[in-house]
């Protein structure tokens, strides 16, 4: 575990607020699921059986409940020490709700990914979303621990048209924006009073697989308020352009690593 100075940095001393963006390589890598035996052989069962494969995001959320302690909870609760003063947003692409277990004030985070929170029709027919049915949580569970054979388990569908059910996250067939627009709208709102701020800019492996949403907009804020800081962690694309470079700081290393070894 590597040591880092954020806390003594005086533009972090500084800021009146700050502004966090969690990208893709901070996601959870979920070997807590494929290194493990009976998921090994649930995928073999499953194989590519199109009928059965929704089994899988269900068997994903419940290693997420099981809220072992890795080192994205370790991470995320570091954050939230570190934050616990500030004025602060956060944007996360991650969509393994991982933040969501750390405590940090659930208002002042956006998934525009969305997560496993909530469920969408996959065709999005009606435009609002649905709590995730415990009855499903609980047979997906019990075929886990083999106490119900796969033949009995019934994939969830769509009230209103009969479609599949899934998860409120990127890749379902119409993605349901309606799941974190509410945030949205909040976080715009938080951006505006930034202007003219002291704004400390903390990009967590912000690679470029949607560099429209977190990079390329804390660019434009370090280029144009001349109080603001960026901050960029990232295991290999850590570099900032001109015309924010004056006010930003490269770290080469991986993000996870970086908020563990933030200081208590
Ligand atoms: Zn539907």
């Known amino acids: 575990m590597i040591e880092n100075d954020l806390q003594n940095l005086p533009q972090w001393r500084d800021a009146d607020m700050v502004l966090v963006g969690i990208g893709e390589d901070m996601q959870y890598d979920w070997s807590a699921l494929t290194e493990d ?30 809220k072992r302690s890795d080192r994205w909870s370790l991470a ?23 933040i969501f ?10 998934t525009p990914c969305g997560g496993f929170r ?22 997906v569970l019990r075929y886990y621990r083999k106490e119900m054979p796969i033949e ?51 990009e967590l492996g912000v690679g470029m ?8 907009p804390f660019e434009k ?8 800081f960026l901050c960029r962690v990232h295991a290999s694309l850590c570099q900032i352009g001109e015309p924010a470079a004056g006010r930003g700081m490269p770290v080469r290393t991986d993000p996870v690593d970086f908020l563990c070894g933030c200081a208590r």
């Open 37 to 66: 035996q009976r998921f090994q052989e649930i995928e073999k069962e499953i194989g590519g059986d199109e009928e059965r494969i929704w089994i899988i995001p269900f068997l994903q959320k419940m290693v997420l409940s099981q």
């Open 76 to 98: 995320y609760e570091r954050l939230r020490d570190v934050l616990a003063e500030k004025n602060y947003y956060i944007v996360s692409l991650c969509m393994d709700d991982k």
């Open 101 to 110: 277990d750390a405590g940090i004030r659930k208002e002042r985070i956006v």
């Open 118 to 139: 909530r469920m969408q029709c996959d065709n999005n027919c009606s435009h609002v979303l649905s709590e995730v049915p415990e009855q499903s949580c609980s047979d």
């Open 152 to 202: 009995s388990l019934k994939e969830p569908v769509c009230p209103v048209c009969g479609g599949r059910l899934r998860f409120n996250q990127l890749g379902v067939a119409r993605y349901a924006e309606e799941g974190y627009l509410e945030r949205w709208n909040d976080y715009m709102k938080w951006l505006q009073g930034t202007v003219n701020r002291k704004v400390f800019l903390l």
């Open 209 to 216: 697989e949607y560099p429209t949403v977190i990079r390329f």
């Open 221 to 228: 804020i370090a280029a144009y308020n001349q109080k603001a």
